[in-house]
């Protein structure tokens, strides 16, 4: 089962950027699978950040990330990203990465349909 690890969270000011990483482990690929990044606050649901198809010809978005945020892949080095701009305090939380396992249904938004996630990576924004 493909394994993975996040990495690029940390500390930034509101206003500022970040971009996260998602490799697959060593000699892990995700292959054929679509990607998302979802996130966690304290005390608060998981919820959808943003996913991609497996050729990312498709993404999709949360509303409250639309036009700030942008996730990529590279196929090449089995690693997804997440860029994240004009970043708010509102959007700190830890972030994970999640293969999608699962088709039962269209949503690409719908946390039951991911079974692999990542270990979660922090990122505060400090107003």
């Known amino acids: 089962q493909v394994q993975l690890v996040e990495s690029g969270g940390g500390l930034v000011q509101a206003g500022g950027s970040l971009r996260l990483s998602c490799a697959a482990a060593?000699?892990?690929?995700?292959?054929?699978?679509?990607m998302a990044w979802f996130r966690q606050a304290p005390g608060k649901e998981r919820d959808f950040v943003a996913a991609i198809t497996w050729s990312g010809g498709s993404t999709y978005y949360a509303d409250s990330v639309k036009g700030r945020f942008t996730i990529s892949r590279d196929n090449a080095k089995n690693t997804v990203y997440l860029q994240l701009n004009s970043l708010k305090p509102e959007d700190t939380a830890v972030y994970y990465c999640?293969?999608?396992?699962?088709?039962?249904?269209?949503?690409?938004?719908?946390?039951?349909?991911?079974?692999?996630w990542g270990q979660g990576t922090q990122v505060t924004v400090s107003s």
């Open positions: 060593s000699g892990r690929t995700f292959s054929g699978y679509g």
């Open positions: 999640a293969v999608r396992l699962w088709y039962r249904s269209s949503a690409w938004n719908a946390r039951n349909e991911y079974g692999v």
